[in-house]
C-alpha cells in the first residue's frame, strides 16, 4: 500500500486534516455551532467548482469562497440574532445554487465527484503542499488565539467585559473554519466533512475530561478515524468519505457502550 505515492499522500494529508478538523471543531461543538461547518461544508462545492470552471487550484478557490462564507455567516449572526438558522439556509442556497448552475452547464469540464466523496487517487504532491501550508497557517492562528477562544466559548459576554475583541476573534475564527473545511474536500469529500470536525469531539466528551484532554483526545479519535477510513478505503476500493464516517460513528458507539459498562 504504502509503495504508491497517492496513498503516502494521502495518508500525509490524512494526517495534517486529522490535527486541525478537531481542532476546530471542538470550538465550534462546545460553542453549538457544528452545523456552521456542514453549512460551509457544502458551501464549498460553489468554490470548488468556480476553481474547476476558472482553471484554478480547486482547494484555494474552496477556501476563499468558504472563508467570504464563514465571514457572511458572522456578519449575519450579528444581524439576525434571533434567527440564527435562518443565516445557514441563506448561505447554503446562494452557495449550492451557484454550484449547481456551474456543473450543470458542463463549463467544469471535471468529474467533481472526487470533491463530493473524498479521494486517494488525485491527492497530487501539489495538494499535498496545499494542504500542508494551510494546516500549519490555521494550527498556528489557533495555538495563538487559543485562551481567547476559550473564553469566547464559555463566556462570550465576560470576554466582551474584560476587553476581549469578540468580533475580531470570532472573524478570525470563521477564517480558520474555512480553511479547515477546504483543506479536507480532496480527502474527505464535501458530503461528510462535517463528521470529522464534530465526531471526534462527541467522541472526547463521552470521556469527561477537561478541556485540554477532550481537545487532545479528540485529535487522537480525528487521527485513528482518518487513518482507518483512508486505510480501508484503500482495501475495499471506495471514496475515502464514507468509510471515515462510518469509523467515526463506530467508534463513538463503541464509546458510549464502553462508558455504560462501566458505569
Not at 476546530?24 to 453549512?39: E, P, T
Not at 499535498?128 to 495563538?144: E, N, R
Not at 477564517?175 to 472526547?204: E, F, K
Amino acid at each position: 500500500m504504502l509503495q504508491y505515492t497517492f496513498m503516502q499522500n494521502a495518508l500525509m494529508a490524512s494526517i495534517l486534516i486529522s490535527i486541525l478538523c478537531p481542532f476546530v471543531g471542538v470550538f465550534l461543538v462546545l460553542k453549538r455551532h457544528s452545523m456552521i461547518g456542514d453549512a460551509l461544508a457544502h458551501s464549498s462545492l460553489a468554490g470548488v467548482a468556480i476553481g474547476l470552471l476558472l482553471g484554478y487550484n480547486p482547494i484555494i478557490s474552496a477556501f476563499i469562497f468558504t472563508s467570504i462564507g464563514a465571514i457572511l455567516i458572522e456578519f449575519l449572526r450579528n444581524y439576525y440574532k434571533k434567527y440564527a438558522d435562518l443565516i445557514l439556509v441563506i448561505i447554503l442556497t446562494f452557495s449550492v445554487g451557484i454550484a449547481i448552475t456551474l456543473i450543470s452547464s458542463g463549463k467544469t469540464h471535471a468529474n467533481v465527484n472526487a470533491y463530493l466523496f473524498g479521494s486517494i487517487i488525485t491527492v497530487s504532491k501539489q495538494d499535498l503542499v496545499t494542504v500542508l501550508i494551510l494546516s500549519v497557517i490555521a494550527v498556528i492562528t489557533l495555538v495563538f488565539l487559543y485562551e481567547k477562544l476559550v473564553y469566547i466559548t464559555f463566556d462570550e459576554e465576560g470576554a466582551k467585559i474584560s476587553g476581549v475583541n469578540v468580533k475580531l476573534i470570532n472573524y478570525l475564527f470563521a477564517l480558520l473554519v474555512g480553511c479547515t473545511i477546504s483543506v479536507s474536500i480532496r480527502v474527505i469529500g464535501i458530503l461528510v466533512i462535517s463528521s470529522m470536525i464534530a465526531l471526534p469531539v462527541a467522541t472526547a466528551l463521552q470521556l469527561n475530561k477537561g478541556f485540554k484532554k477532550t481537545l487532545i483526545f479528540s485529535i487522537l479519535f480525528g487521527c485513528f478515524d482518518m487513518l482507518s477510513g483512508v486505510i480501508l478505503s484503500y482495501y475495499i476500493n471506495c471514496a475515502p468519505g464514507g468509510t471515515i464516517a462510518l469509523v467515526s460513528v463506530a467508534v463513538l458507539i463503541l464509546v458510549i457502550i464502553m462508558k455504560q459498562i462501566k458505569k
